[in-house]
């Protein structure tokens, strides 16, 4: 980086420390295999950076998708939020402005290594939630070959004590699909949910968890 | 001054427009101003949330005006607004590139190519060479974060406004953003020191400031040649792309073996380090949503590039686009299948309005907000929808065109936020130049900017943090117009008797104000606790 005596102040300075990697606990979670050089090629406005070409590392695509009102970006928030505490790159892309008026609302969310775009393209999605039967056929073109899709109907005989926290216990499912650590999902329903919702919300995706056959059917997207 | 190689002190997952504010927090921004559009109006509540000084001011032109003025001050602004919100603020924005600032001042255009939410999808790069003002453009939040640092960083070192330009899927994508913590220099202690020459532009003022503009345009171009924000990514020799913005993110997904350069300053450019990459790669393709803005540079500089077919120049881009860009697939694209359109919520204030100007099968002026979805079935209410404030001057020029019977069933109809924002200079062309028929004018007063999430304005009386402020009331104000007929009503209480009242009103031939008051259904809960929040304590 070129030094010069103005401005006095710099904006960035400390690229390399964007890694995500590097700020994984010492404690081993998961093995993200980012190399500082995939730092230095993101685009971080970091002045003549020049590098070689990205390493292509896994990626795990979800489309979460519904009705405005129904939560469909909370669940991709909580998503997201587990993935970022496991040190992964994490980028969540969500169109809103009509989202409260009813209408079709999706949200992705991307996390491995290192992600480029923000959105998930058709028939790449490794999960797709889908949070109204109707929204199942107008979303399903996304799912990639033997990816899974996680619908309401799969929580059938559970009842959940609000109606209204449908999307947390569809994440509950999910939840079973990834390898994060339980402890890990409560600290980001945590992080995401007003105090005096969290516990009707914890026990919603416990019971969406516990419908989930453990390890259940279909792949474990790698990441 | 030396920074410590040290690590971020801070990781988040931030949108791109919660970075912006945290960014803006972080450099000691004195005041962020703006109006609510989508996608930028999380900005400045994510500002306000952070402990910034935040407001929403009546329109865009007014917010950057009293940004201009805290520069002036020698003090840090932000301005914030969507694409078509710097059209309204187009004219302070030309000038204020020649009277320069004392301060900072950062304006951010939040466009939006494919209109998630937007009734154009206008490029505001060509703002940034039209007016003359440096734009930089972030990729992630990370550069989001990153530019409007250096944003504040350039246009104190050069004493101009800088255009932050950012899109969709930036403002509303999450992604991390690991900040340094460095303490950038506080800002100046505002003073007013006088500078007549530079900041009254008379024409004797304004010419040599024309020419100081252009000369401070050609150093930043020197600088973002030297050492400006530019991402370049060794890769084949064969194709190379030239990518800024989200666009970037696609690019190096789609075509991982490409080189690609990427100018995070995208006016004025680094054309030579354009130049140096072109000539190094076989194909250099431009990847870019909207106008071919950066194609159209590189080739005025005689630099051999490939622009996008024109069907690219419709909507966002995605990966799977770029890799049809790439391929040079021009056969139709696949359309996703529609989802569900968005509709007046059940039970929403607006639903009454709208069937009775459909029973009374009115000529309708529309404007922009929630109740523009009267134009859907089963309202299908709404005739013309132009830009905000448009109902009002739209309809008249109607009454003023049309045969009297057809003239006669014209009305306009416009929100509270957006007849603040731009309804109230229609109003005074209503009574200086009314139609030979009269005209009806409906404000739809649902106490809210609904449409963008809810948010106070001048009309409410609240301030941006929902406090107690002066207020503007719309039917004192029209009266004091000299609007003598003025009617102020629930349309939810009895819908036969409002439809009675807009149908007295198209029959009389007057000028006719009708206030349909009635809080939106969504907001009308956090109005009550605002309320009573501000009750003065006993």
Not at chain 2, 158 to 182: D, E, F, M, N, Q
Request: net charge negative; with cysteine; hydrophobic share 40%.
């Amino acid at each position: 980086m070129s030094q010069h005596a103005e401005p006095t102040w710099r904006t960035h300075s400390c690229v390399p420390c964007r890694d995500s990697s590097r700020h994984l606990p010492a404690d081993g979670k998961p093995d993200v295999g980012t190399s500082a050089d995939a730092a230095r090629d993101s685009a971080c406005a970091t002045s003549g950076i020049t590098s070689g070409a990205p390493r292509q590392s896994g990626v795990t695509n979800i489309v979460v998708a519904g009705l405005g009102g129904q939560g469909v970006l909370k669940a991709s928030d909580i998503i997201a939020g587990a993935a970022f505490l496991a040190g992964l790159d994490v980028k969540k892309s969500e169109v809103h402005g009509m989202s409260q008026r009813g209408g079709s609302v999706a949200s992705d969310v991307r996390f491995g290594a290192r992600v480029f775009s923000p959105m998930v393209s058709q028939g790449e999605a490794d999960i797709l939630l889908v949070l109204d039967p109707g929204q199942i056929e107008v979303n399903r073109a996304l799912l990639a070959p033997g990816g899974v899709l996680i619908e309401p109907g799969m929580l059938e005989g559970r009842r959940l004590r609000s109606s209204k926290a449908l999307n947390v216990a569809l994440v509950g499912v999910l939840s079973r699909h990834l390898d994060f650590p339980e402890a890990l999902w409560t600290q980001a329903l945590r992080s995401n949910l007003a105090p005096k919702l969290l516990e009707l919300n914890l026990e919603a995706f416990a019971i969406g968890r516990d419908a989930a056959e453990p390890g259940g059917a279909g792949p474990r997207p790698a990441y | 001054m030396e920074m410590p190689n040290q690590c971020p002190e801070r990781r988040l997952l931030l949108s791109g427009d919660e970075a912006v504010a945290l960014a803006a927090l972080d450099a000691g921004m004195q005041l962020g101003t703006g109006y609510p559009g989508t996608p930028s109006t999380e900005i400045l509540e994510a500002f306000a949330a952070l402990g910034g000084l935040a407001q929403w001011a009546p329109n865009e032109k007014v917010a950057l005006e009293v940004a201009i003025g805290v520069a002036f001050a020698g003090g840090r602004a932000l301005a914030t607004m969507k694409h078509v919100g710097l059209n309204v603020a187009a004219d302070p924005l030309f000038t204020a590139a020649y009277t320069g600032v004392t301060g900072a001042l950062v304006i951010v255009s939040a466009d939006d190519p494919g209109m998630a939410s937007s009734q154009n999808e206008q490029d505001n790069r060509r703002y940034a060479v039209a007016a003359g003002v440096p734009m930089f453009e972030p990729a992630d939040s990370q550069e989001a974060y990153d530019f409007t640092l250096r944003s504040i960083e350039v246009s104190e070192r050069w004493g101009l406004p800088v255009l932050l330009r950012i899109t969709t899927r930036v403002c509303h994508s999450k992604s991390v953003v690991a900040t340094p913590g460095y303490p950038a220099p506080p800002p100046r202690v505002p003073a007013f020191e006088r500078d007549i020459a530079a900041r009254v532009m008379i024409p004797a003022y304004a010419r040599p400031a024309h020419r100081r503009l252009r000369r401070k345009l050609a150093e930043i171009a020197r600088w973002n040649e030297a050492e400006g924000p530019t991402v370049v990514v060794e890769g084949d020799a064969a194709l190379g792309v030239i990518a800024a913005g989200v666009c970037y993110q696609h690019v190096r997904e789609a075509l991982p073996d490409a080189g690609v350069f990427k100018p995070g300053m995208t006016y004025p450019l680094p054309v030579e380090r354009m130049r140096e990459f072109a000539a190094r790669v076989g194909r250099c393709l431009v990847v870019e949503e909207g106008d071919p803005y950066l194609a159209d540079a590189a080739r005025a500089s005689g630099i051999r590039v490939e622009a996008a077919p024109e069907a690219f120049r419709f909507g966002e881009l995605n990966v799977a686009r770029v890799r049809r860009m790439a391929a040079r697939d021009e056969s139709p694209e696949p359309q996703p299948p529609a989802g569900k359109p968005p509709e007046l919520c059940p039970s929403c204030p607006h639903r009454a309005v709208f069937t009775a100007l459909r029973n009374l099968d009115c000529i309708v002026a529309g404007d922009i907000g929630c109740y523009s979805l009267g134009v859907l079935p089963p309202f299908e209410a709404i005739d013309t929808l132009v830009c905000m404030g448009a109902a009002i001057g739209v309809g008249l020029g109607m009454r003023h065109a049309l045969p009297p019977e057809q003239a006669r069933r014209v009305v306009s109809v416009i929100g509270d936020s957006t007849f603040v924002h731009s309804g109230i200079t229609g109003l005074v062309e209503m009574i200086y130049n009314p139609p030979p028929t009269g005209h009806v004018v409906l404000i739809l007063d649902n106490g809210t900017t609904a449409m963008t999430g809810m948010q106070e304005h001048p009309g409410t009386g609240r301030t941006l943090d929902h406090h107690h402020t002066g207020k503007f009331v719309f039917e004192e104000v029209a009266r004091a117009m000299g609007i003598r007929r003025v009617h102020v009503t629930d349309p939810t209480l009895e819908p036969a008797g409002f439809e009675a009242l807009i149908k007295a009103c198209l029959d009389s031939g007057e000028l006719e104000l009708i206030i349909a008051r009635r809080d939106c259904l969504l907001a009308a809960g956090a109005i009550r606790r605002y309320e009573k929040a501000n009750e003065p304590a006993r």
